[in-house]
């Protein structure tokens, strides 16, 4: 499908066709603005609630972009709550493994210890404090709440918006797709020398299909007719946006893909029953019989890719202007048989493959963008959500 000129930038975006700064994805004083303006406002995804399944159940992530700690815990009640991991008497953490399941938390500097909903249960040694108020002391709670099963997490105790207000149309669009039936988690991890932008704007477009992935995934996304793999369509749901991506009908996997495919009972059997059918309406929302694949940004940081029978995640997670951890999660149904088991390998690796082909651009993009050659990035129409993207960033800025 050839899209003709600015089709969707001057359909999706207020600053037409314009080049975009450089400034904003190495400039320190944005990304300070970005921290408190964006990051301490918004939610922000940390988990699934396949993570914390029981009470006590809890995991503990380290936020930098917040210069905190958080225990996402699920407490006795079954409610999933968050908290910073901070001791009220000194500021020691009280949950130190990555995840686990517990009674309460202990400080390990002085015994203090806390329930699971966050009170403050018992204080080592209490008589020698004076005017101690035990009720008033407990782990300081952050904003918590789920969305199809996607816990997330707000820095304000009373956030602007609640977490339906803030997906809005995008929450209703997407809602529905069966992501707690795809359990079975496969997942990476990199600390990369980058800004946050521009990682994430390497997943807000295809136009690098052709030459970057040309050794796995280009002859399957691209064709004589769409041979640098146009988007089928595009939309924005206010800060929230999508592409839905098409494939080529006529590509011809390699053997072991086709092996996989035709070995897995869980691919024939989901293929055989019309899984397309159970799609959401913001999934495919063209109704295309070449649909692939739907990528999404839940803004600020995160992206859900959706798969007829799969979904990803990418988190990007600043550390500082020049540094993001890339959290990367592929989900799956669980294998029943050895041959389900096969064609998820398969499957994995060659996303693996793929992602790597992307990182690969990353840092040597960033190691060259402060040095004041170049001041713009020059877009075309198929990489109109970075543009769409850096607009909405400069609005919560302005706010």
């Known amino acids: 499908m050839e899209a003709t000129p600015s089709k969707w930038s001057e359909q999706l975006c207020k600053m037409g066709t314009g080049p975009v700064p450089i400034q904003p994805y190495f400039d320190e004083d944005f990304f300070e603005r970005e921290r408190e303006k964006i990051f301490r406002k918004v939610w922000l995804n940390v988990c699934r609630v396949e993570e914390i399944p029981n009470p006590g159940d809890y995991i503990v992530k380290d936020l930098a972009v917040l210069r905190t700690s958080i ?17 009220s008497h000194r500021g020691n953490k009280v949950a130190i493994e990555p995840s686990g399941s517990s009674k309460g938390f202990t400080c390990f500097f002085h015994g203090w210890t806390y329930d699971t909903d966050g009170r403050l249960r018992g204080v080592a040694d209490e008589k020698s404090f004076t005017g101690l108020c035990k009720n008033e002391l407990g782990l300081t709670p952050l904003s918590a709440d789920i969305w199809e099963g996607f816990v997330f997490v707000n820095a304000n105790r009373q956030p602007e918006q609640t ?9 209703a669009q997407m809602a529905g797709f069966p992501l707690s039936e795809m359990s079975e988690c496969y997942s990476w991890a990199a600390e990369v020398d980058v800004n946050w932008k521009v990682a994430k704007d390497a997943f807000a477009e295809s136009y690098h299909v052709k030459a970057l992935h040309r050794n796995s995934v280009a002859g399957a996304l691209t064709s004589a007719q769409n041979p640098f793999s146009h988007a089928l369509a595009f939309h924005v749901y206010g800060p929230h946006q999508c592409i839905s991506m098409g494939g080529n009908r006529a590509y011809r996997p390699k053997p072991t ?35 692939v694949f739907e990528i999404t940004t839940i ?101």
């Open 299 to 399: 803004f600020p940081n995160m992206n859900l890719h959706f798969f007829l029978n799969s979904f990803t995640t990418y988190n990007f997670w600043p550390l500082s202007v020049d540094r993001t951890v890339w959290e990367v999660k592929q989900y799956y149904r669980p294998a029943e048989n050895a041959s389900d088991l096969f064609a998820q390998e398969v499957m994995k690796n060659l996303f693996r493959d793929t992602v790597l082909e992307d990182l690969s651009t990353l840092e040597r993009t960033q190691s060259v963008l402060n040095s004041g050659a170049k001041s713009q990035f020059f877009l075309n129409d198929e990489e109109v959500l970075i543009r769409r993207f850096n607009e909405i960033v400069d609005e919560y800025l302005e706010a």
């Open 257 to 291: 893909s086709i092996l996989a495919a035709q070995q897995s009972s869980r691919m024939k059997r989901y293929e055989a029953t019309n899984e397309a059918a159970r799609l959401p309406p913001g999934i495919n929302p063209t109704h295309s019989e070449d649909w």
């Open 163 to 171: 977490l339906a207000e803030y997906l809005g149309e995008f929450g």
């Open 71 to 87: 225990i996402v815990v699920r407490g006795k009640d079954g409610k999933v709550r968050a908290f910073h991991n901070m001791c």
